[in-house]
């Protein structure tokens, strides 16, 4: 309100969540890109993308830190690059019209705070994870411009740093990697903080496959009741979808 100077006007929003809280999916940056969005819209569109991204940086920051790798994806759709915060810079990277992509979500019945699991990270990095790291992001730039998804499962699941860290405070999450790799999987790791697991893959069907692999892992190498979604990749971001008259 204050970005499209509206000083007048009293508003009361609405918000029906389609996505479990702390679960490594985005979802307080995906409430705060729908109200961005929504209240933009009913004072007829007047701020831009990046306007729009600043005014959710705000917001997230009250709650998990003033980030924008949720908010400027959930905005501006597919993939995007934070160059730099000060000033803020993003790059959009366009995923080929032509090729096909989808994300396989395994969220587990399992709470996963970010405190905690940002706790469990190095307070420093070795040289030689540092490079290899800088390696896996550039290679997933590189497939994510060509469209290989394969490559692109690959740079996902290759972090020496985070993952390794993470991934023993979630009950069956490497053997759940591991369920989706050899499902068909082209790669796997921990979506955000956890403790969903996210997979890659170019087909649908196959995804259901995959999902149907991790939810059966979680269970029987964490003993973790879990569900599966399929999703493709959204390439426009938050939008309104119907207005009332």
């Known amino acids: 309100m204050r970005r499209l100077r509206v000083r007048s006007h009293g508003l009361s929003l609405s918000l029906h969540k389609g996505l479990p809280l702390g679960s490594g999916l985005g979802s307080s940056a995906a409430s705060a890109a729908a109200a961005a969005v929504a209240v ?8 831009s993308a990046s306007e729009l991204i600043l005014a959710g940086l705000d917001s997230e920051a009250k709650v998990s830190g003033y980030h924008a790798d949720n908010i400027a994806p959930a905005i501006m759709g597919g993939f995007v690059l934070i160059r730099s915060y000060d000033p803020l810079e993003l790059i959009e990277l366009k995923f080929p019209e032509e090729k096909e992509l989808f994300f396989v979500l395994a969220s587990p019945e399992f709470e996963a705070p970010t405190k905690k699991m940002r706790a469990a990270l190095p307070a420093e990095v070795g040289m030689k994870e540092h490079v290899w ?20 499962g690959k740079a996902l699941s290759a972090d020496r740093i985070v993952e390794p860290r993470r991934a023993p405070l979630i009950p069956g999450m490497e053997g759940v990697k591991r369920a989706a790799i050899e499902a068909g999987a082209f790669g796997c790791t921990i979506s955000g903080a956890g403790p969903t697991a996210v997979a890659v893959t170019d087909e649908e069907e196959k995804g259901v496959r995959i999902g149907e692999s991790m939810v059966e892992a979680f269970w029987r190498e964490g003993m973790l009741k879990a569900s599966a979604a399929v999703q493709r990749l959204d390439r426009v971001g938050a939008r309104v979808v119907s207005r009332s008259p």
Do not use: H, I
């Open 40 to 47: 933009n819209a009913l004072f007829g569109d007047r701020l």
């Open 133 to 152: 790291n800088c390696s896996q992001a550039g290679g997933l730039v590189a497939a994510v411009l060509l469209g290989d998804v394969e490559g692109l």
